[in-house]
């Protein structure tokens, strides 16, 4: 039975995490109100389907013109209810527009088969599944958003967006600018709201053929029980806790960029969390973690000076502190300690492999520093987590480097980078970290269903 929203739940109020000031008070839409936007998202996506494909496309690619023509509004949004860096933002707001170019040239190649078949012939067809739901989380609120509901609707699927409670602002305006574009209306629509009331209404509503879910391996466990009641479609970008393998032939200063762990403050899925470095050099690669945190600078975004904001909430703050008692051994940073929601950069050195800050997404400006013998010892530290979805490996051998690319359990690896994630590539993790792929050539078809049909031709 879905939960009603009392009257403290009937709105959201949007914080600005690095000076926790009220920046906007959002209406949450309840159950009811996600009844009335799924019946108006099916009969748009009727019509929305039957639109030919080179129109659809270029209504996307008009889309993607208007987010560039409001690329500073955006960005501004983004600094604000989510406390991001400008430049951090407007990159964001620029992969909005790029995914939806992308996509745009998928919505003219997403064609079927002919298959070779004795007694006639076999084509296949690339259907949408008509109405897909997309949660998207708060860390990168733009994006993230735009890996859902861009492929979706260049397959022809109406979308209803469920941004995070925190970060409401930015989803709202993309759908304003989605109609100004002249996408039609209901094809895509914003429902901001708590995810106990809104998110499970949209989960749980028969009409949405498929979900798109980006969070935490708790939240998105939870989804797959309810959408395994009705056999849903789902799409899960999980949790993750990425290794980055430094073996003692690397570039050092490279690989122990603390960036790697504390961009947009540590709250990144792909944030390489445990740093792992062979014993010959972890003492050089401890003290250049020292000396770089030393230098990092933590405060307001929009100070130019400014390298690393606040986190998101002081729940979220609540809960890295959890993890990384004030005594823990480690190196650290400095932090503001005025309003926002502020935690030093921070890289823990007394911890053991299966110690909670060592297996756990702590989500923060957090990373654990440990040694390892060989290679087969740093095989066995990557693979030693719940966990699969990114990771980075530090060595001039080629060899190596595929050898132990090829053995860490993870979906999406980098060599000599602390980068891996591309919208013209795929996107997903192992194990515990999802179910499925995003971004990449094959997108689109993960919004539709295979149709497939025999002509016979025999008399």
Not at 288 to 300: I, N, Q
Request: hydrophobic fraction near 40%; charge should be negative; aromatic fraction near 6%.
């Amino acid at each position: 039975m879905l939960e009603e929203p009392n009257p403290e739940e009937a709105n959201l109020d949007v914080l600005n995490p690095a000076t926790e000031e009220v920046i906007a008070t959002v209406p949450a839409a309840d159950a009811d109100d996600v009844r009335r936007a799924v019946e108006r998202a099916v009969s748009a996506q009727r019509a929305w389907a039957a639109v030919a494909p080179a129109d659809r496309a270029r209504l996307l690619r008009r889309f993607a013109d208007t987010v560039d023509g409001h690329t500073e509004e955006l960005a501004d949004l983004e600094v604000r209810e989510a406390g991001h860096l400008p430049g951090n933002a407007r990159w964001e707001a620029g992969n909005v527009r790029d995914l939806l170019l992308y996509a745009a040239g998928g919505a003219e190649r997403l064609t079927g088969q002919q298959i070779p078949v004795p007694g006639g012939w076999n084509v296949t067809f690339r259907e949408p599944l008509g109405v897909v739901g997309v949660i998207a989380p708060w860390n990168f609120p733009m994006p993230i958003a735009a890996w859902g509901f861009a492929p979706a609707l260049a397959a022809g699927n109406a979308v209803l967006l469920k941004p995070a409670e925190t970060t409401p602002l930015t989803a709202l305006r993309l759908a304003e600018l989605a109609l100004e574009a002249g996408l039609p209306e209901g094809v895509l629509q914003v429902l901001p709201g708590h995810g106990h009331i809104t998110g499970r209404a949209l989960v749980d509503h028969p009409d949405v053929a498929k979900i798109v879910f980006t969070g935490s391996t708790r939240t998105g466990r939870e989804i797959m029980e309810r959408c395994a009641a009705q056999v849903k479609r789902l799409t899960l970008e999980l949790g993750g806790k990425s290794p980055n393998i430094v073996f003692a032939d690397a570039d050092l200063k490279a690989a122990a960029d603390p960036f790697s762990f504390l961009d947009n403050s540590g709250q990144d899925c792909c944030a390489r969390t445990r740093v792992l470095v062979q014993e010959s050099v972890y003492d050089e690669v401890a003290a250049l973690l020292t000396e770089a945190l030393g230098k990092v600078v933590v405060g307001d975004p929009r100070d130019e000076k400014t390298q690393m904001g606040p986190l998101i909430s002081r729940r979220q703050l609540e809960n890295v502190t959890k993890l990384v008692p004030a005594d823990a051994p480690g190196i650290r940073g400095t932090a503001p300690t005025g309003p926002g929601f502020w935690f030093p950069p921070t890289v823990l050195t007394g911890e053991r492999p299966d110690s909670p800050a060592a297996v756990e997404e702590i989500f923060g400006p957090v990373a654990v520093l440990l040694p390892f013998t060989d290679e087969q010892d740093a095989i066995r530290l990557a693979n030693a987590s719940p966990y699969g979805l990114s990771g980075s490996i530090w060595t001039r051998d080629v060899g190596r480097a595929l050898r132990v690319s090829e053995a860490v359990q993870a979906g999406n690896l980098s060599v000599n980078s602390h980068s891996s994630v591309r919208y013209w590539t795929p996107f997903g993790g192992y194990k515990q970290s999802g179910l499925g792929r995003e971004l990449g050539p094959d997108a689109l078809a993960a919004f539709t269903e295979t149709k497939n049909v025999f002509i016979s031709t025999e008399a």
